[in-house]
Nanobody, 121 residues
């Protein structure tokens, strides 16, 4: 059994910052790539950023230079530092990770429940 739990969402004014965190727990043998997605009302879910186990990062063009993804492999956590937020960043943000459990051989994608981020004055 594996769980991903996000925290840190909320309401922020344009130009402000928020830090999202996601903690993976359960019978975890190894975590490969960890990602943040977001889904705005009426839109498809989109990849915001991802980070490999070795620390290589990739960002969506819309967040480059404003968002920073990081992870702590010892704690099985991933964070998303979001700066210079604007109303277009309003969405539910989801944590995603490729996890291999002790009972398994392969990596499978797991999702968190999502956390709401609202950017508004």
């Amino acid at each position: 059994q594996v769980q991903l739990v996000e925290s840190g969402g909320g309401l922020v004014q344009p130009g402000g910052s928020l830090r999202l965190s996601c903690a993976a727990s359960g019978s975890i043998a190894s975590i490969n790539t960890m990602r943040w997605y977001r889904q705005a009302p009426g839109k498809e879910r989109e990849l915001v950023a991802r980070i490999t186990s070795g620390g290589i990062t990739i960002y969506a063009d819309s967040v480059k230079g404003r968002f920073t993804i990081s992870r702590d492999n010892a704690k099985n956590t991933v964070a998303l530092q979001m700066d210079s937020l604007n109303p277009e960043d309003t969405a539910v943000y989801y944590c995603n990770a490729d996890i291999r459990q002790y009972s398994g051989t392969y990596y499978y994608a797991h999702w968190g429940q999502g956390t709401q981020v609202t950017v508004s004055s």
